[in-house]
């Protein structure tokens, strides 16, 4: 059982824009920034975004993240084949010092 | 550019030991937090330990607490994990993760990753 909630799946259409969820509690996506990170098959994870809506250099502007409240969301536009991967949430927890992530979400492109 | 290279994975008994390595390179590896993180076979990723980047402080997980121990020699640009006790639930793929900076626990950039498996 994760700390942080994400739907185990979504799905969407080449082109479409399709959003993935986080959600959490106070001491964690509350309290402090969230980030996603984006994990290829066969592959290490990847930072994705960072201070809940923050792209690393080299990120395409098609994904974007927000926060609000106690829940977090990662939106990704323009979707593409390549994009069909596993998207994974993460913030620190003030209560368990400790980085809590989400369960994973698989994204399929339809 | 960063590079970690981990080393030190493989295959140990129940309640074995094995220690893991990670090399670090294109940055001033004293000036940030490391962090390991896991994943066992078809799971997520779970946050196992992190070290400051002077070593002073020092965080694990309540599924590793008093059986692994991270440590680094900064003279040597290199970040350990000493595990002990190992059980079958500990198999998983150890990633070696460099924080962003300034102690914000954004895991912003990680190894390929070495595999432990658990196993009689």
């Known amino acids: 059982q994760s700390v942080l909630t994400q739907p185990p799946s979504a799905s969407g259409t080449p082109g479409q824009r399709v959003t993935i969820s986080c959600s959490g509690s106070s001491s964690n996506i509350g309290r402090n920034t969230v980030s996603w990170y984006q994990q290829l098959p066969g592959t290490a994870p990847k930072l994705l975004i960072y201070?809940?809506?923050h792209r690393p250099s080299g990120v395409p502007d098609r994904f974007s993240g927000s926060k609000s409240g106690t829940s977090a969301s990662l939106a990704i536009s323009g979707l593409q084949s390549e994009d069909e991967t596993d998207y994974y949430c993460g913030a620190w927890d003030d209560s368990l010092n400790a980085v809590v992530f989400g369960g994973g979400t698989k994204l399929t492109v339809l | 550019e960063v590079q970690l290279l981990e080393s030190g994975g493989g295959l140990v008994q129940p309640g074995g030991s094995l220690r893991l390595s990670c090399a670090a390179s294109?940055?001033?590896?004293?000036?940030?937090?490391m962090i390991w993180v896991r994943q066992a076979p078809g799971k997520g990723l779970e946050w196992v330990s992190q070290?400051?980047?002077?070593?002073?402080?020092?965080y694990y997980a309540d599924s590793v607490k008093g059986r692994f121990t991270i440590s680094r020699d900064n003279s040597r640009d290199t970040l350990y994990l000493q595990m002990n006790s190992l059980r079958a639930e500990d198999t998983a793929v150890y990633y070696c993760v460099k924080d962003w900076g300034g102690g914000t626990s954004v895991l912003a950039s990680w190894g390929q990753g070495t595999l432990v498996s658990v196993s009689s």
């Open positions: 070290i400051s980047g002077s070593g002073g402080d020092i």
């Open positions: 294109g940055f001033t590896f004293s000036n940030y937090a």
């Open positions: 201070s809940n809506s």
